[in-house]
């Protein structure tokens, strides 16, 4: 599902996150009867703080001069861009509809989603996406839809501008993210997985069905709550404290130290979740959920994954979307990409689509 999509040229994912920028530029080949995709650039550049908060932007310049830099560092070939969005602007719903033919779908799916979007038709883009037939009812189809507000869409357009990067599409981060665990997980297609995407400021969560989505939402939370807890509860800088949040050591700060303040935080988080997961359960037939799968930046927190073993009776994982991709050792420093590996994601949904993959 895309906002745009303006053709198959060279395009590459760029993550705009509250806290980072990440680049991830991907080139498609042939090998033997099937497609493979090979890394050809990757970029990381953290944002002047507070330029971008909860996925608004707020100082357009000093973004678009951080945009400039991450593809001067990348060496990139190209400056058509693939960008996601989310939060609070980004309304995403599955609604069902009565099947009609193709010429009447479009305009029938548009009428449909009206009551579903708490703005006029004015306010937004909307998209979807028609995911199958309704087993029960022949005549009825599913629908993914997506609804993006246009101030927030064209205060993104406006940097891009500013760069002088071209935007050749538009996505959601919750679909970007289940895009990547396709592509690198054969195993999950089949399943019923739930993509928890924890970035600086928002956690994407995404289930999906047999690979589809069936329900998303958007957490205000995430890494830099974190981060602020340690800075007042320790007295840190800023720098230290997301220091001691991954784990390194810092002189005066013990670890026993950190883990309550961790602990507060990954509760509120957790509750959140739960609630997520509950609101789903009450609105499907079947609530199941097979697996779930961590990435972001908060991904690589140190006990994260203990954390949620412990609050979950389901199977967890870290993502890593490099899984399935091929790498040229000479090219790029695999130790940053192993340690990094979480944080990228969103990015490499962007780019998988970016050159044909996937929905």
Same mark, same amino acid.
């Given at each position: 599902?895309?906002?745009?999509?303006?053709?198959?040229?060279?395009?590459?994912?760029?993550?705009?996150?509250?806290?980072?920028?990440?680049?991830?530029?991907?080139?498609?080949?042939?090998?033997?009867?099937?497609?493979?995709?090979? +890394?050809?650039?990757?970029?990381?550049?953290?944002?002047?703080?507070?330029?971008?908060?909860?996925?608004?932007?707020?100082?357009?310049?000093?973004?678009?001069?951080?945009?400039?830099?991450?593809?001067?560092?990348?060496?990139?070939?190209?400056?058509?861009?693939?960008?996601? *969005?989310?939060?609070?602007?980004?309304?995403?719903?599955?609604?069902?509809?009565?099947?009609?033919?193709?010429?009447?779908?479009?305009?029938?799916?548009?009428?449909?989603?009206?009551?579903?979007?708490?703005?006029?038709?004015?306010?937004?883009?909307?998209?979807?996406?028609?995911?199958?037939?309704?087993?029960?009812?022949?005549?009825?189809?599913?629908?993914?839809?997506?609804?993006?507000?246009?101030?927030?869409?064209?205060?993104?357009?406006?940097?891009?501008?500013?760069?002088?990067k071209k935007v050749e599409m538009v996505d959601l981060e919750s679909f970007a993210v289940l895009n990547s665990v396709l592509k690198n997980y054969e195993m999950y297609k089949d399943r019923t997985i739930a993509i928890i995407n924890i970035g600086a400021s928002i956690t994407n969560v995404v289930i999906s069905k047999r690979g589809s989505p069936v329900f998303v939402r958007d957490i205000a939370l995430g890494g830099n709550q974190?981060?602020?807890?340690?800075?007042?509860?320790?007295?840190?800088?800023?720098?230290?404290?997301?220091? *001691?949040?991954?784990?390194?050591?810092?002189?005066?700060?013990?670890?026993?130290?950190?883990?309550?303040?961790?602990?507060?935080?990954?509760?509120?988080?957790?509750?959140?979740?739960?609630?997520?997961?509950?609101?789903?359960?009450?609105?499907?037939?079947?609530?199941?959920?097979?697996?779930?799968?961590?990435?972001?930046?908060?991904?690589?927190?140190?006990?994260?994954?203990? +954390?949620?073993?412990?609050?979950?009776?389901?199977?967890?994982?870290? *993502?890593?979307?490099?899984?399935?991709?091929?790498?040229?050792?000479?090219?790029?420093?695999?130790?940053?990409?192993?340690?990094?590996?979480?944080?990228?994601? *969103?990015?490499?949904?962007?780019?998988?689509?970016?050159?044909?993959?996937?929905?």
């Amino acid at each position: 599902m895309s906002f745009f999509g303006f053709g198959t040229k060279r395009i590459l994912g760029l993550d705009i996150g509250s806290f980072a920028l990440k680049i991830v530029e991907l080139k498609a080949k042939k090998k033997g009867k099937e497609v493979v995709h090979e +890394l050809v650039a990757l970029g990381y550049e953290p944002v002047p703080y507070q330029s971008i908060v909860e996925g608004s932007i707020m100082d357009s310049a000093a973004v678009a001069e951080s945009i400039q830099h991450i593809f001067y560092e990348s060496k990139v070939k190209t400056n058509n861009v693939s960008f996601g *969005v989310s939060g609070s602007s980004v309304i995403v719903k599955k609604i069902e509809v009565q099947k009609l033919s193709p010429s009447e779908m479009h305009e029938h799916i548009l009428w449909e989603a009206r009551p579903h979007i708490p703005f006029t038709p004015e306010e937004v883009n909307i998209d979807y996406e028609i995911l199958d037939q309704s087993d029960d009812q022949p005549n009825m189809a599913s629908v993914i839809l997506a609804a993006v507000k246009k101030e927030k869409l064209n205060d993104y357009l406006n940097v891009f501008d500013i760069s002088q990067k071209k935007v050749e599409m538009v996505d959601l981060e919750s679909f970007a993210v289940l895009n990547s665990v396709l592509k690198n997980y054969e195993m999950y297609k089949d399943r019923t997985i739930a993509i928890i995407n924890i970035g600086a400021s928002i956690t994407n969560v995404v289930i999906s069905k047999r690979g589809s989505p069936v329900f998303v939402r958007d957490i205000a939370l995430g890494g830099n709550q974190f981060t602020d807890l340690i800075q007042k509860e320790l007295n840190l800088k800023y720098e230290k404290a997301e220091s *001691v949040k991954k784990g390194r050591q810092v002189d005066g700060v013990s670890p026993a130290a950190v883990k309550p303040v961790v602990n507060l935080i990954f509760g509120e988080l957790k509750n959140e979740v739960k609630k997520t997961f509950e609101f789903y359960r009450s609105n499907t037939m079947e609530g199941r959920i097979d697996n779930i799968l961590l990435s972001g930046g908060t991904a690589n927190l140190d006990s994260i994954l203990d +954390l949620f073993s412990q609050e979950f009776d389901i199977p967890f994982e870290i *993502v890593n979307p490099f899984n399935n991709i091929e790498i040229n050792e000479k090219k790029f420093d695999l130790n940053f990409i192993s340690e990094m590996a979480p944080v990228f994601n *969103v990015a490499m949904g962007l780019a998988l689509r970016a050159v044909g993959d996937e929905k």
